[in-house]
């Protein structure tokens, strides 16, 4: 089924959905969104028989009514949005991919643990809608990413080793964080070198001295912790160690929104949290 979709009025707030409305970040999301000046939430989505359908989306997150019924049906949904919040699944960002595609509107990714194949869908679907994704939303874990960069091309392998260390909340399923990925794709590109080859996912039992040139990764799981990372650059006689604490979902549904806002206009393409920040 094809979404027909008009063009919205600049001069008006930006039109947005959130995707699964009844979760964590989805309130947060649609909290964001009724407190920028410049969008009005327009839609909310959860999954299938969800006990959530038929409510209404601003009592759902605390804020009140607020005359949005959510909804388990995206097709008229997003073709009276402008742009989707996303954070739910990766099978359900597929599809919510394609319907942005459909629609050619904004769609905002915050999605983690995609396969490659998820990944070559959101760059399919990028062919038509202006999809801005990244592991992370926040100002802040975007900066340090860029300070990683800049530190992992100073600091050599042969003197220094990369080790990426996170800790979230007890029901997080994906390992590595989306963040910490994020931070691991930067180290390699300051190094010049692909991740994919030269990752070290945990340790456990004999595992022989650290190979020279790796990005390890650690992951914590417990309590509600919403996010820690930290990159630790270890030589031989000294130790720096960059981090970000995240003290709020807010940050991340805050950073979604300025995504959205940011890709209003723009042409179709896969975007990330550092072309809206420009750093």
């Known amino acids: 089924m094809t979404i027909a979709h008009t063009a919205p009025d600049p001069a008006s707030p930006m039109h947005l ?13 649609i909290r964001a969104v009724s407190e920028n000046p410049h969008t009005i939430l327009s839609g909310a989505i959860v999954r299938e028989g969800s006990p959530l359908i038929g409510q209404d989306a601003g009592e759902i997150a605390g804020i009140g009514k607020n005359g949005v019924i959510i909804s388990a049906d995206p097709l008229p949904v997003f073709a009276q949005a402008q742009g989707v919040l996303d954070f739910t699944t990766p099978q359900a960002t597929q599809t919510y991919a394609a319907f942005a595609a459909q629609a050619r509107i904004v769609h905002v990714i915050g999605t983690t643990g995609c396969s490659e194949a998820d990944e070559e869908k959101i760059r399919a679907a990028a062919r038509h809608a202006t999809i801005i994704k990244s592991g992370n939303m926040g100002l802040g874990i975007n900066l340090l990413a860029a300070l990683v960069e800049q530190a992992a091309h100073v600091l050599k392998p042969s003197a220094f080793d990369i080790e990426i260390v996170e800790m979230h909340h007890k029901h997080k399923v994906d390992a590595p964080s989306g963040t910490a990925l994020l931070l691991g794709e930067a180290a390699a590109k ?3 070198i692909s991740l994919k080859d030269h990752s070290q996912r945990g340790r456990d039992g004999h595992t022989g001295p ?8 650690a992951s914590l799981r417990g309590g509600a912790v919403i996010g820690e990372h930290s990159v630790i650059f270890a030589g031989a006689t000294e130790r720096i160690t960059l981090s970000h604490q995240a003290q709020d979902r807010s940050v991340f549904a805050e950073g979604a929104v300025t995504a959205a806002l940011w890709g ?3 042409k179709p393409g896969l975007y990330s949290m550092r072309d809206v920040l420009d750093i």
């Open 190 to 192: 300051g190094r010049g």
């Open 210 to 217: 650290r190979e020279e040139g790796t990005i390890g990764f």
């Open 264 to 266: 209003f206009g723009r």
């Open 17 to 29: 959905v959130v995707t699964g409305a009844g979760g964590r970040m989805g309130k947060a999301l």
